[in-house]
């Protein structure tokens, strides 16, 4: 059957008392307590709410499907994979630490009715009603929405719904981020995770150490021979009171890399090239490499091999936050630009959703913190980073500001290169599946670890 969802429910099958409906019935406070009555007036016990707009197909043997395993498994929630027109679609497993509000179901889940009860009543929502269903019904073990992956229905878009990994950022959306951030801090503190803001810690005494520099720019690199040397560059040409050198891991190279960044270390005693022993070390493993070198300074700043400071005040700015701040790690904000450092829409992405107040649980939602990021040395040998290309500065900072304070610059420091060859460029759903579903792992951990703290 092919069905066209609209925002008044309808029933699509009267003998399982299973209705349809589309997302906008449910985005506000007021829509769900709406929609709740029009089922109950329909005597549903079951509504699919299709949550972008296009057409569904299913057959009703599908149909059944789903309302059966919805029923054996006891949960409220249920998505499956789906059949677009040229490709089937994979979603991933939801866990608890699935805490980010663009957690991708796919375009339809089918929900236990009685769902649409636990929203609570103790904020009016405009935009993040269905977020909070989702945590309030859903958020916890046993009651996780299932995913079943088998592809058990057809949809085909209305049309094609532009998008951004920085919508979340972006200051046109900033009352919809309030709201989902008013959602989260609810729950985590009416199901563990929260995070006292008065309980962390201050930065630890620093111990100078005379046969180090000050700080050092680490640089992890893999075949960047286009962009490298600009890289280094902009990290050499930094102004500073203090001594600073530029540890570049070159993770075995083989388009050139290696051959450029020889010359300029020959050319500046500051540069220090290192290659690992290693065959297996990713960018979390070569940062780790850095920060255990003896060259390293006590302070570690970031700079991708793609990237490049924009000021050459940036390091100084960067190290002077960590007494003026009190903190034991620091991130800045950056800008986003094409190859050519034209600036690519939002601009600057400056994380002002992080406040003292409440950054250190609002981060459990969001996908990132920012850049350039700084560690304090010592912080980083307690903490290493995990083994990974993707996420590893993430959970480094959710460890961090499970303890400790985080110092933040909300002036941009940092021209963040959006290129063909860009790591992030022309991600397939694959991969886009594999990163999300790792960094929900690391909010489960994250969100476990704080649990205990409690």
């Not at 636990?118 to 977020?131: C, H, I, N, P």
């Not at 083989?254 to 270390?265: F, I, Q, S, Y």
Request: hydrophobic residues 40%; charged residues 25%.
């Amino acid at each position: 059957m092919i069905l066209h969802a609209t925002e008044k429910p309808v029933l699509i099958h009267e003998a399982e008392h299973c209705a349809l409906a589309m997302l906008p019935a449910v985005c506000s406070s007021d829509n769900v307590h709406a929609l709740r009555q029009r089922l109950c007036d329909l005597d549903a016990r079951w509504v699919i709410l299709q949550l972008v707009p296009g057409t569904l197909e299913l057959t009703m043997q599908e149909l059944l499907r789903m309302l059966s395993v919805l029923k054996d498994t006891g949960r409220r929630m249920l998505y499956t994979d789906y059949r677009l027109a040229d490709e089937r679609c994979e979603c991933i497993d939801y866990q608890e630490g699935s805490l980010r509000d663009d957690f991708d179901f796919g375009p339809v889940v089918l929900l236990k009715v009685e769902a649409l009860d636990s929203v609570d009543d103790f904020a009016q929502y405009r935009f993040a009603a269905f977020y909070d269903l989702r945590l309030q019904s859903c958020g916890c073990v046993p009651y996780l929405p299932y995913h079943l992956n088998e592809y058990l229905y057809t949809f085909s878009p209305a049309e094609s719904v532009g998008g951004s990994q920085f919508d979340y950022v972006n200051p046109r959306n900033r009352e919809v981020q309030l709201e989902y951030e008013a959602a989260l801090t609810h729950w985590l503190k009416a199901n563990g995770g929260l995070i006292d803001p008065c309980r962390l810690k201050s930065a630890e005494p620093l111990r100078k150490e005379d046969d180090r520099p000050l700080a050092s720019v680490v640089i992890p690199v893999f075949n960047r021979v286009r962009t490298i040397r600009d890289a280094v560059r902009s990290a050499l040409q930094q102004t500073t009171d203090f001594d600073f050198n530029v540890i570049v891991v070159d993770n075995h190279s083989t388009d050139g890399t290696t051959a450029v960044l020889a010359a300029l270390a020959e050319q500046d005693r500051r540069v220090v090239h290192l290659i690992p022993e290693e065959t297996t070390l990713l960018i979390g493993g070569c940062w780790n490499k850095a920060v255990s070198s003896p060259h390293c300074g006590q302070f570690v700043v970031q700079l991708d091999s793609d990237d490049m400071y924009s000021s050459p005040t940036t390091l100084q700015r960067m190290v002077d936050a960590f007494g003026e701040q009190n903190c034991m790690a620091v991130v800045g904000s950056y800008r986003l630009t094409d190859f050519d450092l034209n600036e690519l829409p939002p601009g600057i992405i400056d994380h002002r959703e992080w406040t003292p107040e409440n950054g250190m649980n609002n981060a459990l939602r969001i996908n990132g913190l920012g850049a350039p990021r700084a560690f304090r040395r010592d912080l980083l040998l307690q903490y290493p980073l995990p083994n990974t290309s993707y996420g590893e500065d993430y959970a480094a900072m959710l460890r961090i500001t499970r303890e400790y304070r985080l110092g933040r610059i909300y002036e941009s420091l940092y021209d963040c290169r959006r290129w063909s060859g860009n790591s992030d460029a022309a991600l397939s759903r694959g991969k886009v599946n594999r990163n999300n579903l790792y960094k929900d792992r690391i909010r489960t951990i994250e969100l476990m670890a704080r649990r205990g703290l409690q």
